[in-house]
């Protein structure tokens, strides 16, 4: 570290300069001579570069913070489409809900109505990305299926599914839920 003195044994043609000096630390530099106006002139850039900092710092903070804000924000309203297109399947099983209430004997109307809102959420399912996982005459497969039950039989390779118990869905290439099977196994 340097130490910054005035000149006090300075010639008076050099009065007001100011003399850095090396600390004991630092062996073989040379001193540097500034006149006040050019010691000056670097304090006052010292002081423009130390403000540009804290400006730039505080920007910075400012927008990390933003950001955090923006992404809990995206985060929270993230599935605001699905659930307005749920609302509206919603909608439609509390009609169907009321029309069986009203008309205790139209089963078949109920059932329509009850058809019509599975195919729409099928739909919706399938704009969202949403696939069902495919279990009919298919090998199991760990990574889709998991194994309720097991069933011997000779007719069929081990492995070969034989019923689903439960769907089970992609969305996009991922697998969200797998569907629950039984197999073949051999006796």
């Known amino acids: 570290m340097n130490k910054i003195t005035q000149n006090s044994e300075a010639s008076p043609a050099d009065q007001g ?22 010691y000056q002139k670097l304090l006052a850039q010292a002081a423009q570069y130390k403000d540009q900092y804290v400006r730039l710092y505080a920007d910075f903070e400012n927008a990390r913070k933003r950001m955090e804000r923006d992404r809990q924000d995206f985060v929270k309203y993230a599935n605001e489409g699905i659930i307005l297109e749920f609302l ?56 889709c299926h998991e194994i309720l039950m097991q069933e011997e039989s000779e007719k069929l390779a ?14 996009g290439d991922r697998i969200i839920r797998t569907s629950k099977v039984k197999v073949v196994k051999k006796k």
């Open 17 to 38: 300069a100011v003399e850095i000096k090396p600390n004991e630390k630092s062996c073989g530099q040379k001193t540097i001579t500034l006149d006040e106006a050019e």
């Open 88 to 143: 509206a399947i919603l909608d439609n099983l509390q009609r169907s809900v009321e029309a069986a209430q009203v008309k205790h004997e139209d089963y078949a109307a109920f059932l329509k109505g009850v058809e019509m809102i599975m195919a729409q959420i099928h739909e919706m399912l399938k704009v969202n990305g949403v696939r069902a996982i495919e279990t009919k005459n298919k090998m199991f497969d760990p990574h």
């Open 158 to 171: 081990e492995g070969t599914i034989l019923e689903e118990f439960q769907k089970g869905y992609m969305l």
